[in-house]
Nanobody, 123 residues
């Protein structure tokens, strides 16, 4: 089992940057594929990015490709989401999630979730 705690959200102007962190408990963090998801106001949760256990394979939603970068540090038990060139449509609560096995884009395949961190991008 793993517990996840996100941080780093906040208010930023369009064009700005934020780095989200997700700290995981437990000694088996490196066994988990990790994902970032977001839920915009009034909408369903959507896939943002994921990363395999080693950090060698990453996948991105088309809407963030080229602007966001997912990475992980298996020594620090942390996964990151660097968000550049932020747009108002990136406004959402951002969640990290963990699953054993390969990375997936479907949130229903993730067993463990953090509480979320809000990101607001002003125009």
């Amino acid at each position: 089992q793993v517990q996840l705690v996100e941080s780093g959200g906040g208010l930023v102007q369009a064009g700005g940057s934020l780095r989200l962190s997700c700290a995981a408990s437990g000694r088996t963090f490196s066994s988990y594929a990790m994902g970032w998801f977001r839920q915009p106001p009034g909408k369903e949760r959507e896939f943002v990015a994921n990363i395999d256990w080693s950090g060698g394979m990453t996948y991105y939603a088309d809407s963030v490709k080229g602007r966001f970068t997912i990475s992980r540090d298996n020594v620090k038990n942390t996964v990151y989401l660097l968000m550049n060139s932020l747009k108002p449509e990136d406004t959402a609560v951002y969640y990290c999630a963990a699953r054993l096995g390969s990375p997936q884009w479907d949130p229903n395949h993730y067993a463990y979730w953090g509480q979320g961190t809000p990101v607001t991008v002003s125009s």
